[in-house]
């Protein structure tokens, strides 16, 4: 299963960074992507649901690693901080999944 998690996690940030920087989609050149963000009701409301999964994904990184006794999983932050949720989720539980059968210390 960890592989099949590491395969998400590269397709999603390769989907999410293709987008953003243009690679992907057919977007005005002269818009930044940050501007759509909140450019109205619906793009603000995907966006805030976006960034607070984010924020309570990274809480509960944190709680389940510590549970298992491993420490916060700090590869964690900047994949999704940078590059998104689509990538530090199944890059977390890839993670997670490789240190199953490991014994902890």
Do not use: H
């Not at 293709?18 to 002269?30: E, H, R, V």
């Not at 689509?86 to 890059?91: K, R």
């Amino acid at each position: 299963m960890a592989k099949l998690y590491w395969a998400l996690a590269v397709l999603g940030g390769a989907l999410a960074l293709g987008t953003f920087f243009g690679l992907i989609g057919n977007y005005p050149a002269t818009q930044s992507p940050l501007q759509g963000f909140f450019a109205n009701r619906a793009a603000a409301t995907a966006t805030i649901d976006v960034l607070w999964a984010i924020g309570v994904f990274l809480i509960w990184a944190g709680v389940d690693s510590r549970r298992a006794g491993r420490g916060y999983p700090w590869l964690i932050l900047p994949i999704t901080l940078i590059v998104g949720l689509c990538a530090g989720l199944p890059a977390y539980l890839a993670m997670r999944e490789s240190r199953a059968g490991t014994p902890t210390a």
